[in-house]
T-cell receptor
Framework: GQQVMQIPQYQHVQEGEDFTTYCNSSTTLSNIQWYKQRPGGHPVFLIQLVKSGEVKKQKRLTFQFGEAKKNSSLHITATQTTDVGTYFCAGDYNFNKFYFGSGTKLNVKP | EAQVTQNPRYLITVTGKKLTVTCSQNMNHEYMSWYRQDPGLGLRQIYYSMNVEVTDKGDVPEGYKVSRKEKRNFPLILESPSPNQTSLYFC????????????FGPGTRLLVL
């Protein structure tokens, strides 16, 4: 079946360092969404990417969608302790069924 | 306040005892979905609904049933729960299928003994 692979599984950074998580699909995606889940919380929507090669920024967060629409990344510049949580990508192949990556758990040391 | 609500939040049950987890949204969203979250596996989609009376299987539908009789409600039914259905369950809704943010409920933690 369809699958979205996400790496790394864990990332420990010092506050102020950058962080990147990557998602990859073997087949072309219709779109990809990114979510953040704080410990004990529920996933919270960050962004949706639809177009090939799309790049979107939200303050210190930069999201990219690959040219072939098979991969995506989330980059956080100068991490803060408030960035702690697990980041998930969710790939959509036909605009109705979502496949989540396994998540990257980010820990930020002050 | 725009929200997705789930009940119960915590549930301990025994194998074979039918249960229903309710989900309700007040945003007039067309698309609703159920996910289960297990350590190391991320979220896996169980069932989704693109509108009233329209439901379809997600990635892991075995052992679950759903119904969508009203736009706001999307209950998840476990007719004969088994221990491998012990998990954290999330309901989510979005304006339309595959478009825009999915809003997640607070989650239901289920333990099947």
């Amino acid at each position: 079946g369809q699958q979205v692979m996400q790496i790394p599984q864990y990332q420990h950074v010092q506050e102020g360092e950058d962080f990147t998580t990557y998602c990859n699909s073997s087949t072309t995606l219709s779109n990809i969404q990114w979510y953040k889940q704080r410990p004990g919380g529920h996933p919270v929507f960050l962004i949706q990417l639809v177009k090939s090669g799309e790049v979107k920024k939200q303050k210190r967060l930069t999201f990219q969608f690959g040219e072939a629409k098979k991969n995506s990344s989330l980059h956080i510049t100068a991490t803060q302790t408030t960035d702690v949580g697990t980041y998930f990508c969710a790939g959509d192949y036909n605009f109705n069924k979502f496949y989540f990556g396994s998540g990257t758990k980010l820990n930020v040391k002050p | 306040e725009a929200q997705v609500t789930q009940n119960p939040r915590y549930l301990i049950t025994v194998t074979g005892k039918k249960l229903t987890v309710t989900c309700s949204q007040n945003m007039n969203h067309e698309y609703m979905s159920w996910y289960r979250q297990d350590p190391g596996l991320g979220l896996r989609q169980i069932y989704y609904s693109m509108n009233v009376e329209v439901t379809d299987k997600g990635d892991v539908p075995e052992g679950y049933k759903v119904s969508r009789k009203e736009k706001r409600n999307f209950p998840l039914i476990l007719e004969s729960p088994s221990p491998n259905q012990t998990s954290l369950y999330f309901c989510a809704s979005s304006l339309s299928s595959g478009v825009g943010a999915q809003y997640f409920g607070p989650g239901t933690r289920l333990l099947v003994l």
